[in-house]
């Protein structure tokens, strides 16, 4: 019997006017081991509602053996989230991703990694978590003829993230659902001019440039009625000189500053502005993608 160990990040999808194209993976990180046995089906390490088949790095799972033609076996899913679930941080993303990579490493590695993400693109329905999540760092994506295409972008090392995740969850489907269908043209230039300088603002570290091009038009302006005192938490975060934006579907708030001690800088005055409870996570980028930190084989 083998066993495997999978070390996902957390990623934030959007950065503003990316709308399901940019990504970055982020150093908060989720582990899932696979262990194959042969007692069927076996998930701990979770709440008891995301134990049965429908889990996602068990569909991820079955997915890639289905697609390599491999017979599903018993197998035992362990996993250590530390990515907060339904806050616009992945954690769907990489339960999908572990359990791509878990089958493939556990069946000998047939798949590429873009073969895995051509899966879990399927499953996910678009690529700007599952991107990050595979290759690190920061990312912009596209979907062309059906199929996942993804490239890497330089980020300059000195940017500082501040997470804020408030005590409430935001499911995705809620946050797409008050979305419309149709979007006005300049709506769609600002967006595309914004986002090209939000590439370039992070490549060079530029803070100035960051704060101004991180803006948007396509999804924020509606999300952010789902979310309790997103204006008054924005206002406060750029009185700071910091780059705002909403962490993918929300409702985590994400600050990209240069500049060290906006943690401080916002203590005291976020419990002025808001009543809810919003914890506050420093973060990094992470450059390393999904990866294996445990491999045993020949278990008794
Ligand atoms: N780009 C996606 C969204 C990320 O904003 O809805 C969440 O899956």
Request: aromatic share 6%; net charge negative.
């Amino acid at each position: 019997m083998k066993r495997v160990t999978i070390r996902v990040p957390a990623t934030t999808a959007n950065l503003g006017p990316g709308f399901d194209a940019f990504g970055c993976a982020l150093s908060l990180y989720t582990d899932v081991t696979f262990e194959e046995t042969d007692c069927g089906l076996e998930i701990t390490g979770c709440d008891e509602a995301f134990t049965g088949p429908d889990n996602l790095a068990y569909t991820s799972y079955c997915a890639v053996l289905n697609t390599m033609s491999e017979e599903v076996r018993g197998v035992r899913i362990h996993i250590d989230a530390h990515i907060p679930i339904c806050r616009g941080l992945g954690s769907s993303a990489a339960l999908l991703v572990a359990g791509a990579m878990g089958a493939n490493v556990l069946r000998g590695n047939k798949l590429s990694t873009q073969g895995l993400l051509n899966i879990t693109n399927a499953m996910e329905g678009h690529p700007d978590n599952l991107a990050p999540a595979f290759y690190g760092g920061l990312t912009a994506s596209m979907v062309d003829g059906g199929l996942p295409v993804c490239v890497s972008f330089p980020l300059h090392p000195g940017w500082e993230f501040l997470a804020l995740i408030p005590e409430f969850n935001l499911p995705t489907t809620l946050a797409r659902s008050v979305l419309p269908e149709q979007v006005n043209r300049a709506d769609a230039i600002y967006n595309i001019s914004h986002g090209a300088l939000v590439l370039k603002a992070l490549e060079l570290g530029d803070e100035k440039l960051l704060r101004n091009a991180m803006q948007d038009r396509l999804h924020q302006r509606y999300r952010k009625k789902l979310i309790p005192d997103y204006e008054k938490i924005e206002a406060l975060v750029r009185t700071t000189g910091a780059a705002f934006c909403l962490s993918g579907a929300g409702p985590t708030l994400l600050c990209i500053t240069r500049n060290p001690g906006l943690q401080e800088k916002l203590e005291n005055k976020l419990n002025a502005v808001t009543e809810h409870s919003w914890q506050m996570l420093p973060l990094h980028v992470e450059f390393q993608g999904a990866h294996i930190i445990s491999e045993e084989w020949n278990l008794e």
